[in-house]
């Protein structure tokens, strides 16, 4: 039987009338309550807190299993788990639209979230879990799909807005906490306490999480419901060079997300083994750049009509460089803080991408072209992690800290490499920024005539290239909601 067409329009209106069906008793479904963004909330906060939890015990468990390349190995690790996020993103994506949300949720986060137990046990086992674990890691795409479906298109914008900040709230709060107890109890009881909260959040999904996609919304039969293009992780990138604008756009998020993806792998071992922070200062660091983040979020809206999608995101960009030098050439504390304020300014140059890509681009090929950009991110979010280890390999930088402690001196060379540039890769990642700057300059000037007139079934199309081109990591999710 070949399956009909549901248009965005009915999708709206199997949401609205979910609450009378539901009453009426005629659809029954696992959980508590109704289908909300609540559910969706808590799911987001429980998985990153309890992984918010192990940013200070990962970093002494990564220098203590690989004390002579650390830097390296969390990079191969974290490019690893980018890749495989990457590759299996689409996938996963395609099968929740024919199995329902609540599956996938449980399945992602079940095993996302299953090598932290291991970490009390056998490091080696732990980070090479970390790394497979990678083809779960897209809870993000399967959250934001749950939030389609229980929210109308005038919703949305909101919602994605409450799950961005949600994210930002657990990462604020759980490093500082993480290391606190630390301090006081020791590595044992934080992985035991983020275990505890993984377990909450599966059996939160099990027990209370109701199913948000319609009976009448999933396709009929498997066999037309997935195609290999949808599954296929690199069909959005293959069709990035068919407009000019689109290239230049796509080139531009390649050399600006690489180095921002490879530094979010590795600024807090950075902090912690080479500049002398402190656990206690790396926990309060990640809080304050967090703050600072939701609050450039705040005044996005007026930036934008203020300046422009396309002067906005070339602000972002020079704020970034700005960061990546002062995180490769600093060579004191104060300049990683002044660092980290550039780094929250700097949050702001993805939703403009976003928001330029919305206005700039036609009606009928948004949902594509949004779906060739977040292939391009989920892309660097595999390449970038591996550069950052390989140059920081190269280049002699030591994160041993056993080596800081015992006072053992560096040879020759690595001395005056770090002397002259503590962190060649940031350095290297800010020579590609000015070049995705340079990039940027000749996009064209924001106001497509008509661009902002999209149809439901187009804009139902946007939504689905979110969700399914391609990884959604921590890093994209606040900007997600600019859309």
Same mark, same amino acid.
């Given at each position: 039987?070949?399956?009909?067409?549901?248009?965005?329009?009915?999708?709206?209106?199997?949401?609205?009338?979910?609450?009378?069906?539901?009453?009426?008793?005629?659809?029954?479904?696992?959980?508590?309550?109704?289908?909300?963004?609540?559910?969706?909330?808590?799911?987001?906060?429980?998985?990153?807190?309890?992984?918010?939890?192990?940013?200070?015990?990962?970093?002494?468990?990564?220098?203590?299993?690989?004390?002579?390349?650390?830097?390296?190995?969390?990079?191969?690790?974290?490019?690893?788990?980018?890749?495989?996020?990457?590759?299996?993103?689409?996938?996963?994506?395609?099968?929740?639209?024919?199995?329902?949300?609540?599956?996938?949720?449980?399945?992602?986060?079940?095993?996302?979230?299953?090598?932290?137990?291991?970490?009390?046990?056998?490091?080696?086992?732990?980070?090479?879990?970390?790394?497979?674990?990678?083809?779960?890691?897209?809870?993000?795409?399967?959250?934001?799909?749950?939030?389609?479906?229980?929210?109308?298109?005038?919703?949305?914008?909101?919602?994605?807005?409450?799950?961005?900040?949600?994210?930002?709230?657990?990462?604020?709060?759980?490093?500082?906490?993480?290391?606190?107890?630390?301090?006081?109890?020791?590595?044992?009881?934080?992985?035991?306490?983020?275990?505890?909260?993984?377990?909450?959040?599966?059996?939160?999904?099990?027990?209370?999480?109701?199913?948000?996609?319609?009976?009448?919304?999933?396709? /009929?039969?498997?066999? $037309? &419901? #997935? +195609?290999?293009?949808?599954?296929?992780?690199?069909? =959005?990138? @293959?069709?990035?060079?068919?407009?000019?604008?689109?290239?230049?756009?796509?080139?531009?998020?390649?050399?600006?997300?690489?180095?921002?993806?490879?530094?979010?792998?590795?600024?807090?071992?950075?902090?912690?083994?080479?500049?002398?922070?402190?656990?206690?200062?790396?926990?309060?660091?990640?809080?304050?750049?967090?703050?600072?983040?939701?609050?450039?979020?705040?005044?996005?809206?007026?930036?934008?009509?203020?300046?422009?999608?396309?002067?906005?995101?070339?602000?972002?960009?020079?704020?970034?460089?700005?960061?990546?030098?002062?995180?490769?050439?600093?060579?004191?504390?104060?300049?990683?803080?002044?660092?980290?304020?550039?780094?929250?300014?700097? /949050?702001?140059?993805? $939703? &403009? #991408? +976003?928001?330029?890509?919305?206005?700039?681009?036609? =009606?009928? @090929?948004?949902?594509?072209?949004?779906?060739?950009?977040?292939?391009?991110?989920?892309?660097?979010?595999?390449?970038?992690?591996?550069?950052?280890?390989?140059?920081?390999?190269?280049?002699?930088?030591?994160?041993?800290?056993?080596?800081?402690?015992?006072?053992?001196?560096?040879?020759?060379?690595?001395?005056?490499?770090?002397?002259?540039?503590?962190?060649?890769?940031?350095?290297?990642?800010?020579?590609?920024?000015?070049?995705?700057?340079?990039?940027?300059?000749?996009?064209?000037?924001?106001?497509?005539?008509?661009?902002?007139?999209?149809?439901?079934?187009?804009?139902?199309?946007?939504?689905?290239?979110?969700?399914?081109?391609?990884?959604?990591?921590?890093?994209?999710? $606040?900007?997600?909601?600019?859309?």
């Amino acid at each position: 039987m070949t399956p009909t067409k549901t248009t965005k329009t009915e999708v709206e209106m199997v949401i609205r009338n979910r609450k009378t069906v539901m009453k009426d008793g005629i659809m029954t479904m696992s959980g508590i309550g109704e289908p909300s963004v609540f559910h969706a909330l808590v799911v987001i906060f429980l998985e990153f807190f309890a992984w918010g939890l192990l940013t200070m015990p990962i970093i002494s468990v990564l220098n203590i299993t690989f004390p002579d390349h650390t830097f390296l190995m969390n990079g191969l690790i974290m490019g690893i788990k980018g890749i495989l996020s990457f590759l299996s993103a689409p996938l996963i994506g395609a099968l929740s639209d024919v199995w329902g949300r609540k599956f996938f949720l449980l399945v992602t986060v079940f095993f996302t979230c299953a090598p932290i137990p291991l970490m009390t046990f056998n490091t080696w086992w732990f980070f090479a879990m970390i790394s497979i674990s990678g083809v779960f890691a897209v809870t993000f795409s399967i959250v934001f799909a749950y939030v389609a479906d229980v929210t109308t298109e005038a919703e949305r914008s909101r919602a994605y807005g409450l799950v961005s900040a949600t994210f930002a709230a657990s990462m604020v709060i759980s490093p500082a906490l993480g290391a606190y107890l630390m301090d006081l109890y020791g590595e044992a009881l934080v992985v035991a306490v983020a275990t505890a909260v993984a377990v909450l959040d599966v059996f939160f999904i099990m027990v209370a999480v109701p199913e948000s996609l319609p009976e009448k919304v999933r396709p /009929s039969g498997w066999g $037309p &419901a #997935i +195609s290999w293009e949808q599954a296929d992780p690199f069909a =959005a990138l @293959r069709k990035v060079g068919a407009e000019r604008t689109v290239l230049m756009l796509c080139v531009a998020v390649f050399l600006s997300y690489l180095p921002e993806a490879g530094q979010y792998s590795c600024i807090f071992v950075y902090l912690k083994l080479v500049m002398g922070f402190g656990v206690v200062q790396v926990a309060i660091f990640i809080a304050i750049v967090g703050v600072l983040s939701i609050a450039v979020q705040v005044v996005l809206g007026f930036l934008m009509r203020s300046l422009g999608a396309k002067h906005t995101i070339m602000l972002g960009l020079l704020f970034e460089m700005m960061q990546l030098m002062w995180y490769g050439f600093g060579s004191r504390t104060w300049m990683m803080w002044a660092a980290g304020v550039l780094a929250a300014l700097g /949050s702001l140059t993805y $939703p &403009a #991408i +976003s928001a330029y890509v919305s206005v700039n681009s036609r =009606a009928d @090929r948004q949902g594509v072209v949004q779906g060739m950009v977040t292939g391009v991110r989920g892309l660097c979010n595999g390449l970038g992690p591996a550069m950052f280890g390989v140059i920081f390999y190269l280049f002699h930088v030591d994160l041993n800290e056993e080596h800081a402690v015992s006072g053992i001196n560096p040879r020759p060379d690595e001395e005056k490499y770090v002397r002259m540039i503590p962190g060649p890769p940031f350095v290297l990642g800010a020579l590609l920024v000015i070049c995705a700057l340079l990039v940027a300059a000749f996009l064209p000037e924001d106001g497509t005539v008509g661009a902002r007139q999209t149809s439901p079934d187009l804009r139902f199309e946007v939504e689905r290239g979110r969700r399914v081109a391609g990884p959604l990591s921590p890093l994209m999710a $606040p900007e997600s909601a600019a859309l």
